[in-house]
């Protein structure tokens, strides 16, 4: 019966969308939750390979994610700019070759990926393309499901999730194993194959030329007209003759006319061949002119801000925490990609908790509740790095496996009202780009929290060897996640986690 369902599932989905648009809908959202295998090794490279302390790597890090903060960038050219009457596949086609080069350079030079100026940049382009890549497809999404029907919205979006969730659990797996068995050049290598699949993929997908068709009937109109013009001038100047014994005066006049009206034709198509180069530049200009007009309403500001708030205040240590569970605890990279594992599923079960239990609830205790969880998570890495959970017998990685999975249920917690609440805050007609400006506040809220806390790991002096002030930065950490709990006046008070 299951599998009776899941092939009506599948042949519906394939009737209404076409079995390339599914097939580069799956490989660009597995390939986004399957970063994680190459991920983990570009953090070891950095430790290990380039001898960076733990304020370097976090601020590397942070350089290398900072084209996801700029997402709406991408969407406004993709929609704006078409190449060859095309708005989505050419970014497609970019966006994949961005992602493929750097991995192949960084893998196959040594003397390049042992630059740590380089190997960022190799990062920031790398990044580039999968967050241009992640801004198209979605726009893509946004047109089928405008096409098929609303119907398929949620069809297209548990589609997408869940090749998230299966890309991120395997990459995992495979990555710990990896790191344990193969040299980084080579991870890099294989994680390759994945953007080169992607690109090819790009070339099965057909996209009709938005925006173009009116201008080409118009054109064909036009030209229809033009001939009726010349024919009916034409039959004028062949009925004369047997009219009116013709006369020169009369044919002069006739042929003036003829070369007035064929100058305005000109006159008119060179107007209408400005218009059609120019309009890409008015639509940008109109794109961010409706962007910061709808951003300014105080309806979408001041929930944007508090989520601006709540992660910029908050340092991110995690690349430290990295250092620290290697260089101390000794914990191997296997176990480190089981954990990321556990906290793929929590991630799953934090979004069921959140559906089934809190999306009635008020928004301002769902995001309390959620920052009083997270700061808990704090105190059990402070008592980690204390050593306190040795005297009641619990291990370390126990502490780790456990810190992580609730992490990560936590956090859905949180990003599950911010997805729904920027959804619903959308006005009609720039969804797809405001959406994506959403989605790159909350991006750059959190690059700024991760180049906090490298300024706060290289003010207490921490290393990769030194780690006496690690409890001192999570303490911070801790009144960092409690500070934004002081803003939720930000956040209308009836609204709840399902609507607004």
Not at 91 to 117: E, K
Not at 205 to 230: C, L, R, W, Y
Not at 366 to 379: E, Q, Y
Not at 423 to 437: H, S, V
Request: hydrophobic fraction near 50%; aromatic fraction near 12%; glycine fraction near 6%.
């Amino acid at each position: 019966m299951a599998a009776a369902a899941s092939s009506w599932w599948a042949g519906r989905m394939a009737a209404a969308f076409g079995a390339p648009f599914l097939w580069i809908v799956c490989l660009i959202y597995f390939i986004q939750g399957f970063r994680s295998f190459v991920w983990t090794a570009v953090s070891y490279q950095m430790k290990d390979m380039m001898k960076l302390s733990p304020s370097a790597s976090q601020f590397l890090m942070s350089v290398a994610f900072f084209p996801w903060s700029i997402k709406p960038i991408y969407g406004i050219v993709s929609d704006c700019i078409p190449i060859k009457q095309r708005k989505r596949v050419p970014y497609l086609i970019i966006s994949s070759g961005l992602s493929l080069f750097p991995w192949l350079i960084i893998g196959l030079s040594d003397h390049l990926r042992s630059s740590s100026n380089f190997f960022t940049l190799m990062l920031v382009v790398q990044n580039l393309g999968s967050a241009m890549a992640d801004v198209v497809i979605d726009a893509m999404i946004a047109e089928a499901v405008r096409s098929a029907g609303s119907e398929f919205a949620g069809d297209l979006q548990s589609l997408s999730w869940s090749s998230m969730a299966v890309g991120g659990i395997f990459g995992s797996l495979l990555g710990g194993y990896a790191l344990s068995n193969l040299p980084l050049y080579t991870i890099y290598i294989i994680f390759s194959a994945l953007p080169l699949f992607q690109l090819v993929s790009c070339i099965f997908v057909e996209e009709s030329p938005k925006g173009f068709e009116n201008t080409v009937d118009n054109a064909a109109h036009d030209h229809a007209n033009d001939q009726n013009i010349d024919s009916t001038f034409a039959g004028e100047g062949s009925s004369e003759p047997l009219k009116y014994v013709g006369t020169r005066r009369r044919k002069g006049a006739h042929k003036k006319r003829k070369r007035r009206s064929l100058s305005k034709r000109c006159e008119a198509l060179e107007k209408h061949d400005k218009s059609i180069n120019a309009r890409p530049y008015l639509s940008l200009k109109s794109a961010f002119f409706s962007l910061c007009t709808a951003f300014k309403q105080p309806a979408i500001l001041r929930p944007m801000a508090w989520f601006f708030i709540s992660n910029a205040a908050i340092p991110n240590i995690s690349t430290v925490m990295f250092y620290y569970q290697t260089e101390v605890l000794h914990l191997e990279a296997s176990f480190l990609g089981t954990a990321r594992v556990i906290g793929w599923f929590s991630l799953m079960l934090g979004t069921y908790i959140y559906n089934r239990y809190l999306k009635h609830k008020k928004l301002r205790n769902i995001l309390m509740f959620a920052h009083v969880g997270l700061a808990i998570i704090t105190v059990l890495d402070i008592l980690l790095v204390s050593g306190l959970h040795i005297q009641y017998g619990i291990a370390d990685k126990y502490m780790v496996l456990w810190g992580s999975a609730l992490a990560d249920a936590i956090n859905q917690f949180k990003m599950m009202p911010f997805l729904i609440l920027s959804g619903q805050l959308c006005p009609p007609g720039i969804e797809g780009t405001l959406f994506a400006l959403f989605m790159s506040i909350n991006n750059l809220s959190s690059t700024l929290g991760s180049f906090l806390g490298a300024a706060l790991t290289s003010a207490l002096n921490i290393s990769s060897v030194q780690f006496d002030n690690l409890a001192l930065s999570l303490a911070v950490q801790l009144i960092g996640t409690l500070l934004p709990i002081g803003f939720l006046f930000l956040i209308p008070r009836e609204v709840t986690g399902l609507t607004s």
